[in-house]
Nanobody, 115 residues
Framework: QVQLVESGGGLVQTEGSLRLSCAASGSIVGIMSMGWYRQGPGKQRELVARISNTGKIDYADSVKGRFTISRDNAKNTVYLQMNSLKPEDTAVYYC?????????WGQGTQVTVSS
């Protein structure tokens, strides 16, 4: 069993910042990557950022230069620092873990950016 617990969402004004955290516990041997996806109103879930077990990082084009993903291996935690937030960043953000080719998801945390 894998548990992913997210925190850090909320309401922020345009150009504001938020930091999301995702703590993993349980059977976490064999992690291939961890990252963040989001699903805005009426939209499909999309990749925001992910970091592989080798340290390779991918970002969605829409967040490059504004968002930074990082991880603390000792705490089994991944972070998403979000700066210069825009109303179009409003979404439910989901933590993701790819472990042994199986995807695990957190419960989601709401991020709302007001204009």
């Amino acid at each position: 069993q894998v548990q992913l617990v997210e925190s850090g969402g909320g309401l922020v004004q345009t150009e504001g910042s938020l930091r999301l955290s995702c703590a993993a516990s349980g059977s976490i041997v064999g992690i291939m990557s961890m990252g963040w996806y989001r699903q805005g109103p009426g939209k499909q879930r999309e990749l925001v950022a992910r970091i592989s077990n080798t340290g390779k990082i991918d970002y969605a084009d829409s967040v490059k230069g504004r968002f930074t993903i990082s991880r603390d291996n000792a705490k089994n935690t991944v972070y998403l620092q979000m700066n210069s937030l825009k109303p179009e960043d409003t979404a439910v953000y989901y933590c993701n873990m790819l472990r042994m080719w199986i995807n695990y998801w957190g419960q989601g945390t709401q991020v709302t950016v007001s204009s």
